[in-house]
């Protein structure tokens, strides 16, 4: 019961912290955490430059592994589409006969309890292996245990291995030594030093690059904007194809002459979140349809439900990577189909967390979403030739502030 009631204030904590990094709240407890946060974003962003300038002197080394590897991430949290563009690229790699496995941190999974790390700790009992969410030939591990991005990728992609673990030095030996692989795709990576030989693919949502350009938590900033100079590639997310000269400017300050490839997150089919059926989109034309979604931008989701031809009678939006209960599950299908619904929809990372001994009345679809490329290149196979199998040589990689013609001199700004 006290766990219940303590989880139940964090997640009305965490909700208001998002509302005000958002601007979607504007009253005064709304105001006065917002002062709260900029004092603990100044404490964050002394950090962030102590940890680089840490690694920039060599008093924490990044390790070299041996094989490719390849970082999808963001200067951002939440919301830039890095699972699609993680998936789209280990399936052309794997298809071009790369042994390839995914390595993620496990956000929002089951953790090892507390006590059992202490116990560990003091009997210096060594730290248990990394998870194998797929072996590349089965799927070994639920949501709940591997986490919402790591289940959905094993379960996309037959013959690439995911694996998490905090620690990704650790993941990447042990797939290397144990699976073979010989490229490595760090799910989220773009802040994770510890690795050398890499490719750093940056992802910005082009719809909402940088928020209100303040780091967590009163922004979305993890790190500084012009820290983008460690990218390899530019790939602007969630594009209309419209220009922005502004965005494009801010990439050229601070990572001049770097390939920049726009594309876009479009919706492919309707997938029943419980079995096999598949429905297309245009079946959603006039539908009165009930939103499920715990993402972090559920705008985007519901704004591709609507541009469908949907009706949207009730929107339910959760915290991104919430856990959904039996009790809010049960309230949310008798809301709908009082609502008029005829008609579920969610999102296919949301559809993971869904158990499915819960089905609702309604039918129950997840959105099935993928990268399209809009310019820069043909299309994403360009793009992995491009990026993965370049014509000349690549070059031995640089320590991660070294990307760049004058990086060292940018770092300290």
Not at 21 to 46: E, K, M, N, P, Y
Request: charged content about 30%; aromatic content about 8%; glycine content about 8%.
């Amino acid at each position: 019961m006290l766990r219940r009631i303590f989880q139940e204030k964090a997640e009305a904590l965490e909700q208001l912290t998002v509302d005000v990094i958002f601007g979607r709240r504007d009253d005064r407890t709304a105001r006065a955490w917002g002062g709260v946060l900029r004092g603990l974003s100044c404490v964050f962003h002394g950090l962030v430059r102590l940890r680089a300038a840490l690694y920039r002197g060599r008093v924490l080394r990044a390790r070299h592994l041996g094989c490719l590897v390849i970082v999808v991430g963001n200067l951002t949290v939440g919301g830039t589409g890095k699972t699609p563009v993680v998936e789209k690229l280990a399936r052309s790699l794997h298809a071009r006969g790369r042994k390839v496995a995914i390595l993620s941190r496990g956000y929002k999974s089951r953790r090892e309890p507390v006590f059992r790390q202490w116990l560990r700790a003091i009997a210096h009992v060594e730290a248990p292996p990394p998870r194998v969410v797929s072996d590349g030939e089965s799927v070994l591990l639920d949501s709940e245990t591997a986490g919402d991005e790591p289940y959905m990728l094993a379960r996309n992609l037959p013959g690439v291995l995911v694996i998490t673990d905090k620690d990704r030095v650790k993941a990447g030996l042990y797939a290397i030594r144990k699976f073979g692989v010989d490229t490595l795709i760090l799910d989220d990576g773009f802040q994770y030093y510890k690795l050398q030989d890499h490719l750093q693919l940056l992802l910005i949502d082009k719809s909402n690059p940088f928020g209100n350009g303040r780091l967590l938590p009163r922004g979305i900033l993890r790190e500084p904007v012009a820290n983008m100079r460690r990218a390899s590639y530019v790939f602007l997310t969630k594009s209309d194809g419209s220009p922005d000269d502004a965005l494009a400017a801010a990439i050229e300050s601070h990572r001049p002459g770097t390939d920049v490839i726009e594309c876009t997150h479009a919706p492919k089919v309707l997938r029943a979140v419980h079995g096999e059926e598949e429905v297309p989109l245009e079946a959603l034309r006039g539908k009165p349809v009930a939103a499920l979604s715990a993402i972090a931008v559920p705008e985007s989701f519901e704004g591709f439900v609507e541009g469908l031809g949907a009706e949207v009678v009730l929107r339910r939006r959760f915290l991104d990577h919430h856990r959904f209960s039996a009790r809010e599950l049960r309230a949310f299908y008798a809301a709908a189909a009082e609502a008029g619904a005829e008609w579920i929809v969610t999102t296919e990372k949301d559809a993971v967390r869904v158990p499915p001994d819960l089905a609702p009345e309604l039918p129950f679809y997840f959105l099935r979403v993928e990268i399209e490329i809009l310019s820069g290149v043909a299309d994403f196979e360009e793009a992995v030739s491009r990026i993965c199998f370049p014509k000349r040589p690549r070059t031995a990689s640089r320590p991660p502030f070294a990307a760049g013609p004058g990086a060292r001199a940018r770092e300290r700004d």
